[in-house]
C-alpha cells in the first residue's frame, strides 16, 4: 500500500525516462532507415553522345602517321564521335568518356577539367579513353605547349583544341542530366585469331573481349561497354578523311541490332604491340576496317544478349599519380622514329622535355563485377596482363580490363626485356627501360588501397 503520493515519484521518473529512450531510439531507427535506404537505391548511370568531327574550314589534320605531313583533312568518311556514361551512386559521382580520337596529349584533361570545375568535377573522377583510331584528329595538333611547327609531329591548331575540349565538356555535362537507376553484368570470351603480335619474334597476345551491360530497370541496354585489344590501323597514311575506323563500325553495328536506343562504347587495352588480323584476304583499307568492325559487333551483340545483369548499390575508383623516369630516347631513335618524324639529334632533348610531363596518372575504377585499369599510354599485351592478373587475384574482382591510352598518351610502355630489343615501339618510348615495371608496380600497389579504401 502507498503511504503518501511522494512514494509514486522515482516510478514516474523510470516511465518518462523509459518514454524518452524508446522515443530517442524510434528517431534513429527512422533516420537510420531512411539513410540507409538511400544508400540500397541501385547506382545510377545517364548517357549522351556528341559529335566531335572538326569543322574541315579549321584545317583539322590526321593523326597517327607522320607521312601525312599535317596535311589537312580531305573530307569525312564516317563521323567521329565523344560519348559519356556518368555513374553516380548515394555520395559521389564518375564519368568515362570514349572518343574516336588518336589519343589526347598531355596536359588536354588539364585544361578540360579547368572548363568543368564550376559544374563540381575534378581530375580524379573523369576517365578519358580514346579508341586510338589512325583517322581522327592528330594528339599533337592539340598540344597545347607545341611549338615546334614540325609537320611529321604534327602542327598545333588552337581551334581544333578549343572545339574538342568544348565538345568533351558537352557531352559530360549532357550525361549527367540523364540519370537513371540500372543494374549492370560483365561477361568475358577468349577470341582466336581476331589479333595479332607485331613485333618480331613475339606472339603473345591479349585475346580477352569483355563486354559490359548497363541495363534500364526494365531491362533494356541503356549502354553497352566492349573492351577489346588491338591497334585500329586499317587505313594508312593516304586515307585522308576523318574515321572512327573499325571501333567506329563495331559501336554502330550493335547500336543499329539494339531495339532500345543502346549507346555503345568502345575501349582499347594494352594494344601497344597489338594488331587487327583482317577479316578479308584482298580488300581495301576502307572495307577491311568496316568488314572487322560489323563483324566484331555482331559477335558482341551476340553475347551481350545472354549478359545478366543485377543491382548494385555503390562503386569505388582511386585515382594516383606517378613520378616518371628521367625524359630519354632510345639509343636506336634516331634510325626510327628520328627518321620518321624529321628531327636531329640537337633537336631530341628539347622536344621531348617540352612536349612530354615529368609525372602522370593512372584511375582504377569499380563497378559491379568490372573493374577497369586506366594506362596513361601504349601499354604491351605482356604487361597489361601481367596488371589483370595481378590485380584480380589482389581485389578478388572477376573482369579486370585495360583502360589503354587513359587522359593522355605518354608513349609507348614497354618491359625491360622488349624495351632492350629495340623496334619501332621503343624509338617512341620516353623514360627509358624502367618506366614498364615502374607503371605495373604502382598500378598493383594501388589496387590494394583501392580495396582497403
Known amino acids: 500500500m502507498v503511504k503518501n503520493k511522494w512514494d509514486l515519484f522515482p516510478g514516474k521518473i523510470a516511465v518518462i525516462i523509459n518514454n524518452y529512450i524508446i522515443k530517442l531510439f524510434l528517431l534513429f531507427f527512422i533516420v537510420s532507415f531512411f539513410g540507409c535506404d538511400k544508400k540500397r537505391e541501385p547506382i545510377h548511370a545517364g548517357v549522351a553522345t556528341m559529335n566531335i568531327t572538326p569543322p574541315l574550314e579549321l584545317n583539322p589534320i590526321l ?16 563521323y567521329i564521335n565523344a560519348k559519356a556514361i556518368v555513374f553516380r551512386d548515394y555520395d559521389k559521382v564518375y564519368a568515362i568518356v570514349t572518343a574516336d580520337m588518336q589519343s589526347f596529349p598531355p596536359y588536354f584533361k588539364s585544361h578540360l577539367v579547368q572548363e568543368l570545375q564550376e559544374y563540381g568535377w575534378k581530375d580524379s573522377n573523369i576517365l578519358l579513353l580514346p579508341s586510338h583510331s589512325h583517322s581522327s584528329i592528330e594528339m599533337m595538333s592539340l598540344h597545347s605547349k607545341n611549338n615546334l611547327n614540325i609537320p611529321q609531329i604534327g ?32 561477361y568475358r570470351k577468349q577470341l582466336n585469331d581476331w589479333n595479332r603480335n607485331r613485333r618480331k619474334g613475339n606472339s603473345l597476345v591479349d585475346n580477352d573481349l569483355t563486354i559490359t551491360r548497363i541495363d534500364r530497370m526494365d531491362q533494356s541496354p541503356l549502354a553497352i561497354l566492349v573492351n577489346w585489344t588491338a591497334h585500329p590501323t586499317f587505313m594508312g597514311p593516304e586515307d585522308m578523311e576523318f574515321s572512327g575506323g573499325w571501333p567506329g563500325h563495331l559501336q554502330r553495328t550493335i547500336e543499329d541490332l539494339s531495339p532500345s536506343n543502346t549507346t555503345v562504347f568502345y575501349y582499347n587495352g594494352a594494344e601497344g604491340d597489338q594488331s587487327p588480323t583482317p577479316r578479308l584476304d584482298d580488300a581495301n583499307n576502307w572495307d577491311q576496317a568496316e568488314t572487322y568492325g560489323t563483324d566484331l559487333g555482331n559477335l558482341s551483340w551476340e553475347l551481350a ?149
Request: charged share 20%; aromatic share 10%.
Open 305 to 453: 544478349q545472354n549478359i545478366q545483369t543485377k543491382r548494385i548499390h555503390t562503386f569505388d575508383y582511386h585515382h594516383f599519380d606517378i613520378a616518371l623516369p628521367s625524359r630519354r630516347w632510345h639509343p636506336t631513335f634516331m634510325m626510327t622514329g628520328g627518321k620518321e618524324y624529321g628531327i636531329n639529334s640537337e633537336q631530341a632533348d628539347y622536344i621531348i622535355n617540352l612536349l612530354f610531363p615529368e609525372s602522370t596518372s593512372s584511375s582504377l575504377i569499380n563497378i559491379g563485377d568490372l573493374l577497369i585499369v586506366g594506362v596513361p599510354g601504349e601499354m604491351t599485351a605482356e604487361l597489361g596482363k601481367e596488371i589483370k592478373n595481378r590485380v584480380r587475384e589482389i581485389t578478388e574482382i572477376e573482369f579486370v580490363t585495360i583502360g589503354g591510352l587513359a587522359n593522355e598518351w605518354i608513349s609507348y610502355i614497354l618491359s625491360e626485356e622488349e624495351y632492350e630489343k629495340g623496334g619501332y615501339e621503343t624509338s617512341v618510348s620516353f623514360y627509358g627501360s624502367t618506366l614498364g615495371p615502374l607503371m605495373v608496380n604502382k598500378i598493383i600497389e594501388n589496387s590494394e588501397l583501392l580495396i582497403k579504401n
Open 63 to 78: 593523326g597517327g602517321y607522320g607521312d601525312r605531313m599535317s596535311q589537312p583533312a580531305t573530307g569525312i568518311h564516317d
Open 155 to 186: 602542327i598545333y591548331n588552337n581551334d581544333v583544341l578549343v572545339f574538342t575540349t568544348e565538345k568533351i565538356k558537352s557531352v559530360i555535362l549532357e550525361a549527367q542530366k540523364n540519370l537513371q537507376p540500372v543494374t549492370i553484368g560483365t
